[in-house]
């Protein structure tokens, strides 16, 4: 297993057309972390599922997103409409969190840089 | 809203020299806290995570936590460029809950 996995690595679209991204995360891995970076700033968590379930989204997550996971194990974000602002790296995260100890190391994907012009 | 905060530098320290990191968060009931590091244009890479007050040392690398100041540091010692990076800090709040990141600090070695 070589990580965590994103594709595309790059994506250049015209605003208001719609983008998908995906994820595989490392296999053994239950939980998957969709997070938003811009020049200067640490990642902005969006979404996180455990197996399949979505289980928290972002209040700042506009309805343009959705992230699916149909079968637990590699998942899509989708943005519709896409805006200027939308522009950013898209990183992908997973993790086995630890019922006992309660430890989530989350590992990181290389990333989807989205430009949108 | 939780918070991170870290100085977002740049800092520069001589090769050979310790580097002092510190973050700050909001949260006083944030549980886990990790360290990662950042080329430009790569994605964050885990360098070490705490979740006891104290010290916890790996190779170069200490990480020390004071749950009552809300706060956690990363020494590296014996800096060398290719240290050179941008060190984020994140806070978990415990089982199942996401990270909060902050915004990084942004560190140079110089030969």
């Known amino acids: 297993d070589t990580g965590v996995s994103q594709n595309p690595r790059h994506k250049i679209t015209k605003r208001g057309q719609n983008v998908t991204f995906r994820c595989d995360p490392i296999?053994?891995?239950?939980?998957l972390y969709w997070y938003r970076q811009t020049l200067g700033q640490g990642p902005e968590f969006l979404t996180y599922?455990?197996?399949?379930?979505?289980?928290?989204k972002s209040r700042l997550l506009s309805d343009r997103f959705s992230a699916e996971r149909p079968k637990g194990s590699f998942s899509t974000l989708e943005i519709q409409r896409t805006e200027q602002g939308d522009s950013a790296m898209y990183l992908c995260?997973?993790?086995?969190?630890?019922?006992?100890?309660?430890?989530?190391?989350?590992?990181f994907g290389a990333g989807t840089r989205l430009s949108v012009l | 809203q939780k918070e991170v905060e870290q100085n977002s530098g740049p800092l520069s320290v001589p090769e050979g020299a310790i580097a002092s990191l510190n973050c700050t968060y909001s949260d006083r009931g944030s549980q886990s806290f990790f360290w990662y590091r950042q080329y430009s244009g790569k994605s964050p890479e885990l360098i070490m995570f705490i979740y006891s007050n104290g010290d916890k040392e790996d190779g170069r690398f200490t990480a020390q936590l004071n749950k009552a100041s809300q706060y956690v540091s990363l020494l590296i010692r014996d800096s060398q460029p290719s240290d050179s990076a941008t060190y984020l800090c994140?806070?978990?709040?415990?089982?199942?809950?996401?990270?909060?990141f902050g915004p990084g600090t942004r560190l140079s070695v110089l030969p």
């Open positions: 994140a806070v978990s709040g415990g089982y199942g809950q996401n990270f909060v």
């Open positions: 296999s053994e891995h239950n939980r």
């Open positions: 995260a997973s993790s086995l969190a630890e019922t006992g100890t309660g430890l989530n190391i989350q590992y």
């Open positions: 599922f455990q197996n399949e379930a979505q289980l928290e």
